[in-house]
């Protein structure tokens, strides 16, 4: 299920251009990645575009997805739309178009999710800050800098960290990539067992062989295991934009945690980024600073520079979503 809404025909390519040729433009925007949402269960993505209306010429454009983590009924009560690294807006920053692209954005969302967030990937508050229904929200976010050698980027990493990464390979951890869609189930169950022992909810495994199938193809993703003699032990998959690595999703087996797969798998696509011209690795969020987040310690000793471009937060029914958060303590005791 899609839910498209253009101020004009515009086509894929037209839209692909428009992110590619802006400063900020990021696969989260891309149609590639429009397309990977519309073939997952219970992700239903939204795109809104806004034209010049005598030159036809793209002046913004802002791409989503509405996640339901639960069907049927209950589903209504835990959907929330996302807008990661949106919305792009013509040069130079023009608010009223800003302001346009989100109110059609929200015309749509807020017809089937509780809320909007809108996750940035830059400061762009010069850009947002005046959107009246949004409330700006602190989020943390690690980025590491992959124009310097390799020495230099092994000497920022907390020594801690190192030590592990060569006790992984002292042990005969290995890295492979994932060439065949065969292994996205092996890839899968690693995930599955972290979120599971956290408790959080994870996307279907059809995101990931949707990602796979279209993605991979085109040199915009990457799926990557750990391996300790016969078994997966680690998995890890980033995602591919211009001169940019996004750190996607992460899993590793319980009982193989002490041969450090998570610091090997890092470190390989680190290694992998700085050999191919790559110039960032984005950590993919480290949390709000005043909550606890388990994941922020372990980015934070790659030695990146600790960002906070924040989030903006649309809330369209808060009773709803009052209902949702008891339902969703009730749904984490029963099935996580």
Request: glycine share 6%.
């Amino acid at each position: 299920m899609s839910d498209e809404s253009f101020t004009c025909d515009i086509t894929d390519t037209e839209w692909d251009n428009f992110v590619y040729s802006h400063p900020l433009g990021n696969i989260f925007q891309t149609r590639a990645l429009y397309n990977v949402y519309a073939e997952t269960k219970n992700y239903f993505p939204i795109s809104v575009a806004v034209t010049d209306p005598n030159s036809q010429e793209l002046k913004g454009v802002m791409s989503g997805v509405i996640v339901r983590e639960m069907d049927g009924f209950l589903g209504g009560f835990s959907a929330r739309s996302i807008v990661q690294g949106g919305p792009l807006v013509a040069s130079p920053p023009n608010k009223d178009i800003a302001t346009e692209l989100v109110n059609k954005y929200d015309l749509h969302a807020s017809r089937s999710s509780l809320y909007t967030e809108i996750r940035n990937m830059y400061d762009v508050q010069d850009t947002l800050n005046h959107l009246d229904s949004y409330s700006f929200v602190d989020h943390l976010n690690f980025i590491i800098n992959l124009n310097q050698s390799e020495e230099n980027l092994w000497g920022q990493i907390h020594k801690s960290r190192r030590k592990n990464i060569n006790r992984a390979e002292k042990a005969g951890v290995i890295v492979e990539e994932i060439i065949s869609p065969d292994k996205i189930p092996a890839f899968y169950k690693l995930l599955c067992e972290t979120y599971n022992n956290v408790r959080v909810p994870l996307a279907d495994i059809s995101l990931f062989e949707s990602a796979f199938q279209q993605l991979v193809p085109k040199g915009m993703a990457k799926f990557y295991l750990a391996r300790h003699e016969n078994d997966c032990i680690g998995a890890r998959a980033v995602l591919l934009y211009k001169d940019q690595i996004y750190d996607w999703y992460a899993g590793a087996a319980i009982d193989a945690l002490p041969f450090y797969p998570n610091e090997c798998l890092v470190w390989h696509i680190l290694k992998w980024g700085i050999e191919n011209n790559y110039s960032r690795f984005d950590f993919g969020g480290a949390g709000e600073p005043d909550k606890p987040y388990g994941p922020r310690e372990f980015k934070r000793r790659f030695g990146g520079e600790l960002v906070n471009y924040g989030r903006y937060v649309h809330q369209y029914s808060k009773e709803k979503i009052k209902v949702a958060e008891i339902g969703f303590k009730v749904y984490r005791k029963l099935f996580l």
